[in-house]
């Protein structure tokens, strides 16, 4: 039985029913140590050079010596390698209340900030940060509310998000890079790397197509909780559970049991 922390995560995250996966927020210390270093800037290359932005989203001072601006898709049914990159960090300019919790979890959420329902639905929907700060101040007074209070974030490593060479000899970008670059300009931008699909107005290209988020990345909610159930209980790890649990961290999540 999920505690209920953990309920409030599977609600968040719109977890298929009767899902009881150990889940819980990834803790500050648990974002530092897997990314040690923070992204800057949500630019990628400079395409004169084809040289990484410097604190950008293919720098590998960031990511790691191993970072390549065009890695190939992984297998996602043969075993996984170690990863030769790491996640980068955002750091938010200011606590917000996980976007997440806040649209599929909002009762919960009012009950652990003290507040009435109604008080956490005006909250959802006013552009003021200041009742967002608000509501993450009440969320810090409570030990379980704390935790869902974000302040860095988890940024997915390159190879899950690489550029492609046309043939033409253009590069072109993956819509995840793109819903990073707007996430680093404004904050309330979040939900839309989280879940853009979903949006009632989503983030889309220039040629009008929807930007895939990270919830889109990861393969649709089945086969992704799936993937997470199966790695809780200790099966090898291919490039499908790689992709499935580097996506539930960039979310602002992990699993508690290994």
């Known amino acids: ?11 968040a995250l719109r977890a298929p029913a009767g899902c009881s996966l150990p889940i819980a927020p990834a803790s500050l210390d648990a974002i530092r140590a897997r990314a040690p270093r923070q992204l800057t800037s ?18 590998y001072k960031v990511f790691g010596p191993g970072t390549v601006i065009d890695a190939p898709a992984p297998d996602l049914d043969a075993p996984a390698r170690p990863p030769r990159t790491q996640f980068g960090r955002l750091v938010l300019a200011h606590p917000t209340p996980h976007p997440l919790a806040l649209a599929h979890a909002a009762p919960r959420v009012a009950e652990l900030a003290g507040w009435t329902a109604a008080e956490v639905d005006r909250c959802k929907t006013d552009p003021d940060p200041a009742s967002r700060a608000s509501l993450a101040d009440a969320l810090d ?6 935790a869902l209070v974000l ?14 060479r046309l043939s033409d000899d253009r590069w072109q970008t993956s819509p995840i890079n793109e819903l990073y670059r707007h996430a680093l300009r404004r904050a309330d931008r979040l939900l839309h790397l ?13 040629h009008g197509e929807v930007l895939t988020s990270l ?13 997470l159930a199966e ?15 580097a996506v539930l961290f960039a979310l602002g999540f992990e699993l508690t049991v290994r």
Not at 42 to 57: I, K, N, S
Not at 194 to 206: G, H, Q, S, T, V
């Open 1 to 11: 039985m999920a505690s209920t922390l953990g309920s409030v995560c599977l609600e």
């Open 42 to 59: 949500g630019e990628t290359l400079d395409f004169r050079t084809l040289v990484p932005q410097p604190g950008g989203l293919f720098d």
């Open 141 to 146: 007074q409570s030990p379980e509310g704390r």
């Open 151 to 164: 302040r860095e974030l988890p940024v997915l490593p390159p190879d899950l998000r690489p550029l492609v």
């Open 194 to 206: 989280f879940e853009n699909e979903d949006d009632p107005e989503p983030l889309c290209d220039r």
């Open 215 to 227: 919830r889109g990345l990861a393969g649709g909610t089945g086969a992704w909780f799936a993937s």
């Open 231 to 245: 790695r809780a209980v200790g099966v090898p790890q291919t490039g499908r559970h790689y992709r499935a649990e």
